[in-house]
């Protein structure tokens, strides 16, 4: 089945990019997710990327993938004390089923 | 309310104890989700209803029993459990294109339920 690995950690200084690393096996995954988790919180989408597409800007993220080497990746651009919290990624290759990475927890060092 | 909520946000029980866990969602979603986060393992799928049809069990133990009386109300029910099944459990729901076919699927989630076992 379908297996998604994630770094456990990140450190970043306050106002440096973070770029999270994730990579999945199944080639037929359909939608490719970032989830963000605060403390106390569940989990938020923060942005999906469709396999057909290499790229996907949203303001100050940037989704990045690589379909030939299932490798996703996820830049934060001038990150914040804010965005420190657990970053899941995940891919749905169809049907009710999504599968989640570990989590990495970004630290952001002011 | 908005969005999904969960009650109660800590629990803690014995073993022989029984108890239930309750999600609600006020979007309007057709799809709602049990999921158990560990410090050990990665988000785990538990069960998934789909129009109030469960269409994923995935060979969750039979101490834990899931309910979906409606598309807004899902509970897990629990007995007997073991202290290995303390844990954060999460619900989220998500609208759905059909009993199997699916968008994008976004997913909205609670903020848990923390449940320790004695």
């Known amino acids: 089945g379908e297996d998604v690995e994630q770094s456990l950690f990140l450190s970043v200084r306050e106002g440096d990019s973070s770029v999270i690393n994730c990579t999945y096996t199944d080639s037929s995954s359909t939608y490719l997710y970032w989830y963000k988790q605060e403390p106390g919180a569940g989990l938020q989408l923060l942005t999906y990327?469709?396999?057909?597409?290499d790229m996907k800007q949203d303001q100050r993220l940037t989704v990045l993938l690589n379909k030939k080497d299932k490798h996703l990746s996820l830049r934060i651009a001038d990150t914040q004390t804010g965005d420190s919290a657990i970053y899941f990624c995940?891919?749905?290759?169809?049907?009710?089923?999504?599968?989640f990475g570990a989590g990495t927890r970004l630290f952001v060092k002011a | 309310e908005t969005g999904v909520t969960q009650t109660p946000r800590h629990l803690v029980m014995g073993m022989t104890n029984k108890k239930s866990l309750k999600c609600e969602q006020h979007?309007?979603?057709?799809?709602m989700y049990w999921y158990k986060q560990s410090a050990k393992k990665p988000l785990e799928l538990m069960f998934v209803?789909?129009?109030?049809?469960?269409?994923e069990n995935n060979s969750v133990p039979s101490r834990f029993s899931p309910e979906c009386p409606n598309s807004s109300h899902l509970f897990l029910h629990l007995h007997t459990l073991q202290p290995e099944d303390s844990a954060l459990y999460l619900c989220a729901s998500s609208l759905a294109g059909g009993s199997r076919s699916i968008s994008y699927n976004e997913q909205f989630f609670g903020p848990g339920t923390r449940l320790t076992v004695l």
């Open positions: 990327i469709f396999s057909n597409m």
């Open positions: 209803y789909s129009l109030e049809e469960r269409v």
């Open positions: 995940a891919a749905n290759t169809g049907g009710f089923k999504t599968i």
């Open positions: 979007l309007g979603h057709n799809a």
